[in-house]
């Protein structure tokens, strides 16, 4: 029982982890850069629902969509007015840049709403535990794995059957080419940075209902773990990031429950590093060739 | 023309294994011999069967269509790729298992078909690059400033400015290497890849870029090269007056195979390279 | 040794280098035998040294070898905790009370673990390129905070003792580290002086080691990685050469950092310290030693001066790091700033910078 408790518990986080690193996953895929930022989207999403539901009395499903308008719209900002003017620069430059912005946003949220953790307040998503043969557990653990279903999907129909989703995988595949086949590369990058930014609002909201402490470094931890999920997975594939994260989340629970609570941070990120020597291009990755 | 004397010069002889070599050079070590080189990228055979023997100091050229596996077959013996089958002797010395850093030291060196320089480094340290493991001293008396540093120093600084002489670039030591116009990029690059000592020299497409003057001018410099070194050079090459004047064996390869091989005048007259290049003779037309 | 126009720009650079720290150094010690030294700038000395050291060791890693660290504080922190232990260790055990003496044994000691702990980080984590690299430094910078969260080192009965995970020393040690509330008890034994004689120590090691063949080296690798094995340099031994060679100034810095204060907590080498260290290398500019010297003395010293600077401290960090990087990199701004720079250059020469 402790054992299913778990395991549902680490698939929970992992449907979080798995829906952050697709932000990455779908950035890194499309725009080549390590987008360092996102976590810190995630943060202020989860904010922006936080004000929506305490401050504004929004109804929940109205306080996530305009989490995820305000999201889609920074996203999309970042992209333009840091990232764009790098797109030739070298990745360094570009990932002091995220590192940047990373930094910006969370110190705009500490300007804004103050260093105090705040606490997410209750909603249809957490707000009553279910039972399950002898299993109990919170209602935000069985949305999470749920919606983590969901925007698999959609994601992947969308990205198969729409013509933004085949533009986007033309540039992953080959931005110079793309562009000569008339395909409008800044268009396609802010699209993705804005389905990647509406996606960290989701995570933020299901994040905090899970965990509902919110502060402005609320997003750096989940987001670097995030990271290593979509590394863990194969970055640049959609399926990588789900498995990646689903995984990484279940290795953190278990590692807490049956090594160390302190050392479940450090076990992640030793999963990382293993994974990087052994396999550098991830479990689902493509081998990338230099070209010489 | 005197590039053609040289070439008609040369008589090219036929080795068991049936590759040719210069006269001169046959009782020695063939300074390349690769057999059955090949390598498969995700199924694609890039470069199948690859058979060639380079003289001690035999200038070849090895052309083809675009896409025909050219720089490939560079990459393979350079080790930059690890070829599927096959193998690369240098000097009788197998190179399978081997590091790109570790063919370096066997005495191949190359240049790049896109420019690879150390932009940020003057051209004076561009070919003391090249001379990493000429001359040498360790760290320590590096970072002390022991004699032993001053006296590799100066022996790599003035090696390097000779080395810059062959293409009259010592001016110039003092640039930045990525500032340089594009041709004098292309000489600074021969110059380092001199500066290694090797014994086979790789030029991927050295007169790209190039006016005709220039190319004229890198041609008597390619001979002189060899003729100062006593050393092997194959070059790719899309100037066919360039490869037709200055190699004496050329290896033509297409979609990934040798379709070709023989002196300038043979391969001219081959109908399968004229073939390769022009496309086929549809019937009826004539 | 014959002089070109590159030798004797650099040869004049390494002069205004390192006079500026000897000028510096003779100027704040008169003050303070004169006692005209502000208390807070007092007590600043031994910091700033310590990110002098920090900065252009990390600066030798991201200017000079082109792979970006975001672990460079666990590499002080084990410089710190180890330059504890072993300050604790020679007091109590072997009881040496001369503290110029621990001090040089205890700053020596954090160098060389952080030294060997950069080497095992490095051999695997070099073979990674560029993001990756950036990534796993940071989470082994995470992994070391981790781990001394939960150590604790007793000095007692003429020995060290440790545990792991959970405190289980015998009755009656001094405690040296105790888990989550850091090294503690330290005897502060940190001098300005000795702050002074690292920073030369560092200022020889790395401009003497940029401008030798393995300088060279590690910058050839980092221009172009390719060409660089082609001309048979072995790539993974010069990257891990600069790594190391970063990670031991970066312990000793800590070392003298954690012997400054009467505790080192794990939380003060986080990866927002890390991020600190690499604002100053962004701003005095990549490659640029002198730059990192002055842009570490000033972004250490402003805050303290301007009390309402401080609040801010983080949030122009950040905005400095995006702006810099863009305006350097965007090649329509640099352009733009080139043309506008261009009449008051003669030429367009070499660089003075050690890149």
């Known amino acids: ?292 | 023309m005197s590039q053609q004397k040289r070439r008609s010069g040369t008589k090219m002889v036929t080795l068991p294994s049936h590759s040719i070599v210069p006269e001169r050079d046959v009782n020695e070590i063939p300074v390349l011999e690769t057999r059955h080189l090949g390598i498969e990228f995700g199924g694609l055979k890039a470069v199948d069967d690859f058979n060639l023997t380079i003289g001690k100091t035999e200038i070849a050229g090895l052309i083809g269509p675009n896409g025909a596996g050219k720089t490939t077959v560079f990459n393979l013996i350079t080790k930059v790729y690890e070829p599927t089958t096959g193998a690369t002797l240098i000097n009788g010395h197998d190179l399978s298992g081997k590091s790109i850093t570790q063919a370096s030291k066997l005495g191949i060196a190359r240049t790049f078909q896109n420019i690879r320089l150390f932009d940020n480094m003057t051209v004076e340290e561009n070919v003391r690059i090249g001379l990493h493991n000429q001359i040498k001293y360790d760290m320590f008396s590096g970072m002390l400033r022991l004699p032993r540093y001053w006296i590799q120093e100066n022996r790599q600084h003035d090696k390097a400015l000779e080395l810059l002489h062959i293409f009259d670039m010592e001016k110039l030591a003092d640039e930045r290497a990525g500032s340089l116009p594009y041709g004098v990029q292309r000489r600074l690059e021969i110059v380092r890849a001199l500066a290694t000592n090797p014994k086979l020299l790789l030029l991927d497409e050295p007169a790209a870029g190039m006016n005709p003057r220039e190319t004229e001018e890198l041609m008597e410099n390619i001979a002189k090269i060899r003729d100062q070194f006593q050393i092997a050079i194959l070059l790719i090459e899309h100037d066919m007056n360039l490869v037709m004047g200055v190699c004496e064996g050329i290896c033509v390869l297409n979609f990934g195979r040798v379709i070709a091989k023989g002196t300038a005048d043979e391969i001219q007259a081959n109908p399968v390279v004229i073939e390769a290049y022009l496309g086929k003779k549809k019937e009826g037309q004539a | 040794m014959k002089m070109t126009k590159a030798k004797r720009v650099r040869l004049i650079y390494n002069i205004v280098t390192f006079a500026l720290v000897i000028g510096a150094f003779i100027i704040l010690q008169s003050m303070i035998a004169n006692k005209t030294i502000s208390r807070s700038l007092k007590g600043q000395l031994v910091p700033i040294c310590c990110w002098i050291v920090m900065a252009v060791s990390l600066n030798l890693v991201i200017g000079i070898s082109g792979e970006l660290s975001l672990g460079h504080a666990g590499f002080m922190s084990v410089g710190a905790y180890t330059g504890a232990v072993v300050s604790g260790a020679l007091l109590n055990i072997w009881d040496i009370q001369d503290t110029t003496l621990r001090l040089v044994i205890a700053i020596a000691a954090g160098g060389i673990l952080a030294g060997i702990v950069g080497a095992l980080i490095g051999i695997p984590v070099l073979r990674l390129r560029g993001d990756y690299l950036a990534i796993v430094t940071l989470a082994f910078g995470e992994i070391i905070r981790s781990l001394v969260n939960v150590l604790y080192i007793g000095a007692g009965d003429g020995k060290l003792h440790f545990s792991f995970l959970n405190k289980e020393l015998p009755e009656g040690v001094t405690m040296l580290v105790d888990g989550a509330k850091g090294a503690v008890k330290i005897k502060p034994i940190s001098t300005f002086a000795a702050g002074f004689i690292l920073i030369l120590i560092t200022l020889v090691v790395v401009l003497n080691l940029v401008n030798s063949r393995a300088g060279r080296a590690i910058k050839a690798c980092r221009d172009n990685r390719i060409a660089a094995e082609s001309m048979g340099v072995n790539v993974t031994k010069y990257k891990m050469m600069a790594f190391v060679t970063a990670a031991v100034l970066a312990g000793m810095a800590g070392a003298l950092y954690g012997l400054n204060s009467s505790t080192v907590v794990p939380t003060q080498f986080t990866f927002n310290q890390s991020i600190n260290v690499l604002v100053f290398v962004v701003l005095g500019g990549l490659g640029n030693v002198l730059g990192s010297i002055v842009s570490a003395t000033l972004l250490t010293v402003l805050p303290e001066v301007l009390r309402a600077f401080a609040d801010y401290r983080m949030l122009v960090y950040a905005v400095v790091l995006i702006l810099v990087m863009i305006f350097t990199n965007n090649p329509t701004i640099r352009a733009f700033v080139n043309r506008l720079i261009s009449p008051f250059r003669k030429k367009d020469s070499v660089g003075g910078e050690a890149r």
């Not at chain 1, 009395?57 to 764009?84: D, K």
């Not at chain 1, 969370?106 to 209750?122: E, T």
């Not at chain 1, 395909?183 to 965990?211: D, E, P």
């Open chain 1, 1 to 292: 029982m402790i054992f299913l408790d778990n395991l549902i518990n680490g698939l929970s986080l992992g449907s979080i982890y798995a829906i952050i690193a697709l932000g990455y996953t779908m950035v890194y895929g499309i725009a080549k850069m390590l987008n360092f930022a996102h976590g810190d989207v995630i943060m202020i999403g989860a904010y922006i629902a936080f004000c929506g539901l305490q401050y504004w009395g929004l109804p929940p499903v109205v306080a996530i969509l305009v989490a995820m308008a305000v999201c889609t719209l920074l996203g999309v900002t970042i992209e333009g007015l840091a990232y764009r003017p790098l797109r030739q620069a070298a990745s360094l430059a570009v990932l002091i840049t995220a590192i940047g912005m990373s930094y910006l946003l969370q110190n705009i949220a500490l300007m804004i709403w103050g260093a105090n953790p705040k606490s997410f307040p209750r909603t249809f998503i957490n707000n009553s535990i279910l039972r399950l043969g002898g299993l109990s557990m919170s209602s935000a653990t069985v949305f999470t794995i749920l919606t983590n279903i969901v925007v698999m999907v959609v994601l992947n129909l969308f990205i198969s059957h729409t013509k933004l989703g085949k533009a986007m995988r033309c540039v992953s595949e080959d931005r110079g080419a793309a562009e000569l086949m008339g395909i409008k590369v800044n268009r396609t990058i802010s699209a993705t940075f804005a389905i990647g930014s509406a996606l960290a609002a989701i995570a933020g909201v299901l994040l905090c209902s899970s965990y509902p402490i919110l502060q402005p470094t609320t997003g750096s931890m989940p987001g670097i773990k995030a990271f290593t999920a979509a590394v863990f997975g194969g970055i640049g594939s959609i399926p990588g990031a789900m498995l990646g994260g689903v995984l990484l989340g279940v290795i953190e629970i278990f590692g807490k429950a049956y090594i160390s609570t302190e050392l479940g941070d450090a076990l992640v990120f030793a999963v990382l590093i293993v994974v990087l020597l052994v396999k550098p291009t991830g479990l689902l990755g493509k081998p990338v060739r230099e070209k010489v």
